[in-house]
């Protein structure tokens, strides 16, 4: 811990609760720093709050109780601030969410021509070297049911990064994935990584975790559980929830 | 040439072959054929064959006032402007859809040149040709423009056509010479009606069915209840408030005419209905489009105008083609409350003891006249969902 001082803290969780209904508490009292820079990978049970916890991030689910600032905004009820704090923050979604009705191109030159108010060669000349580095330029002109779950989910990846983001969250983003098509999105995802964005990803690609991510959390029933560097976490996990959950995935 | 589909004998005999199959091929087939052929000859000896022995004199006679009612005769051009205008964004518009004139076209130019040798009035007969060269001669110009351009230009161009024709059909003095509502009659009245409900459903029933999903109570319940009141009460209803209610309930003079409050009554109908049926569209849409444009940070107006709208617009053309086709035809109802649309003006027609005889004459020409139009939009429709179609299939 001795380079904390160097490091710049970039999103800040201080005892977050989130209620989905007064009965039904997701996140109980999330206490985290997300550094700059860093690969954070959060694996966990379903139902553990993993997706709620980064959807809170960029404001797509709300919380109740606590505090969240992202590069010192507070994220709170104020529009200006969620909105100065989305526009740092991309994500990718589980289902690609690739808008049907535009072309791959235009999925991507869409939100930088509207907010960024680039102008439409600008915006398409930077889409077409997004599509080059995440592989799938060849296929600019297409619309999104006529790719491979793979490509459309590089597409997504490029489509958030059109937006200059800071911090990439990902939310399970190769679970709907053939196999064979996991590995190009990793390795997008790892290509960022080595370029130094701030990566919050979800997942179940333990994989992924021991290569990339300087530090693993592990979700169950709302809480961090653990938080540690991946080969700490892997090879000497502390907690015996932490241990039931790796010998459970990890006996097959 | 070996067709692995095809038996040896229905490559020697086709038509023997096809005949077997679909008309002989049992005992009860054959007298289901034999049924109806007896059927389509009764069609053909009671039904079609009488139609050109009817006497069409009275729709000769009429045809003026089944087409524009008692608008006055020496301002009938300004009904041709019309139609100049219409016929100059067709020809626009069939360009962007495609490169060559598409049959439509030609089969519009044989019809036109067909009136343009009919002993009308020589204005009629010119306008004919104008409207034909219009029609061709915009197809021409539209192919030296550029695909976006000639798109502004065509949207524009449609939008602008119910303020164009109210304007000049109106008028406002000078030398357009205001045309009371009272004397726009026939299909011209009809046309006006329910184009204009068509128009005015789309935007208003959006904002009503936007509203209903709004967060904002009051908005919401606003809106519910306006859809509810209005979808509750049966057009007839909402024709005779606005007819016998609204002029009593308001203070003297202040109660708009007979035509704005019938148009404003099927408008608001045709609104709410509309508004339901888009909602059904938007809640189709999924909930996770939204959270995409919302993490790249789109406002919800632009989710809204860019992602949602486009798809939901797209998947609701047979829904929205069946609205505006009843629209259509559900203007025939002003004729209840004594507006001389096609019904109204036809009904008036036959009451004439001149034209006693001519009932059926009129009635068919009217139907024909209905079903061309409504037949026009679905054909239409179907042309642009292939054309929305062939590019872009939504997938969920």
Redesign the interface.
């Known amino acids: 811990m001795e380079h904390t001082t160097t490091k710049k803290e970039l999103i800040v969780f201080k005892d977050v609760h989130k209620w989905y209904t007064p009965e039904f508490e997701v996140l109980k009292g999330m206490n985290h720093t997300f550094y700059k820079g860093e690969v954070s990978v959060i694996i966990g049970p379903s139902g553990s709050g993993k997706s709620t916890f980064i959807r809170t991030i960029n404001a797509l689910e709300e919380y109740q109780q606590g505090e969240i600032t992202v590069d010192g905004i507070p994220l709170d009820h104020n529009l200006k601030n969620i909105n100065a704090i989305r526009s740092k923050i991309g994500m990718v979604f589980q289902q690609f969410n690739l808008f049907p009705h535009l072309t791959v191109l235009h999925n991507i030159t869409l939100a930088p021509i509207w907010i960024l108010k680039k102008s439409k060669e600008e915006a398409e000349n930077q889409a077409m070297e997004l599509l080059e580095r995440v592989g799938v330029k060849a296929q600019a002109l297409k619309y999104p049911n006529q790719l491979s779950g793979g490509e459309q989910q590089r597409v997504a990846i490029a489509r958030s990064l059109a937006m200059n983001p800071e911090i990439m969250l990902f939310d399970e983003p190769t679970s709907a994935l053939d196999p064979e098509m996991i590995k190009e999105v990793l390795d997008v995802m790892s290509e960022l990584a080595d370029n130094n964005m701030t990566l919050i990803v979800v997942t179940h690609e333990l994989g992924f975790a021991k290569a990339v991510a300087d530090h693993v959390l592990f979700f169950d029933g709302g809480k961090i559980v653990e938080t540690a560097p991946p080969q700490e976490f892997f090879s000497a996990p502390k907690s015996d929830r932490t241990k039931l959950f790796l010998s459970q995935i990890l006996s097959h | 040439m070996n067709n692995p589909f095809k038996t040896p004998m229905e490559v020697k005999h086709p038509l023997y072959y096809w005949i077997h199959k679909n008309l002989f091929s049992t005992v009860g087939n054959t007298l289901l054929t034999l049924f109806s052929c007896y059927l389509l000859y009764l069609l053909a000896t009671k039904s079609l064959l009488p139609l050109f022995s009817w006497d069409w004199t009275v729709i000769q006679a009429n045809l003026k006032l089944i087409l524009t009612g008692s608008y006055p005769n020496e301002q009938l051009w300004r009904v041709h402007l019309c139609l100049w205008y219409a016929a100059f964004f067709f020809g626009m518009t069939f360009r962007f859809s495609r490169k060559t004139p598409p049959r439509i076209m030609y089969l519009l130019g044989i019809v036109l040149i067909f009136f343009a040798s009919c002993k009308f009035e020589t204005l009629h007969r010119l306008s004919m040709l104008c409207i034909l060269f219009l029609l061709f001669g915009s197809f021409f110009i539209a192919s030296k423009l550029k695909k976006e351009r000639l798109s502004l230009i065509i949207i524009f161009g449609w939008i602008l056509l119910l303020p164009f024709c109210f304007g000049v059909i109106r008028g406002f003095g000078g030398p357009l010479p205001i045309v009371k509502t009272n004397l726009w009659g026939g299909l011209l009245l009809s046309l006006l009606v329910s184009l204009t409900s068509i128009f005015l459903s789309l935007p208003i029933g959006l904002l009503l069915a936007l509203g209903r999903r709004s967060k904002m109570k009051i908005v919401k319940s606003v809106c519910i209840f306006l859809i509810e009141l209005i979808r509750g009460v049966p057009l007839i209803t909402i024709l005779f408030i606005g007819y016998l209610i609204l002029p009593m309930a308001l203070p003297k003079g202040w109660a708009p005419s007979v035509f704005i409050r019938a148009l404003s009554g099927v408008v608001l109908f045709h609104s709410a209905y509309m508004a339901e049926a888009l909602r059904g569209g938007l809640q189709g849409i999924s909930k ?2 939204y ?8 406002s919800p107006q ?1 989710t809204m105008i ?2 949602i709208l ?2 939901v617009l ?1 998947r609701m053309i047979p829904v929205l083609v069946n609205s505006f086709t009843s629209a259509l035809k559900d203007t025939s109802l002003i004729s209840i409350i004594g507006m001389l649309d096609l019904i109204g003006i036809s009904t008036s027609i036959v009451s004439n003891p001149k034209y006693l005889t001519g009932s059926a004459q009129v009635l068919f020409f009217e139907g024909s006249l209905y079903f061309v139009l409504c037949y026009s939009i679905s054909k239409a429709s179907v042309v642009l969902e292939k054309k929305l179609g062939v ?5 969920k």
């Open positions: 996770t489009q959270e995409a444009a919302t993490s790249l940070n789109l632009k860019f992602i486009p798809q797209k590019t872009t299939k939504i997938k």
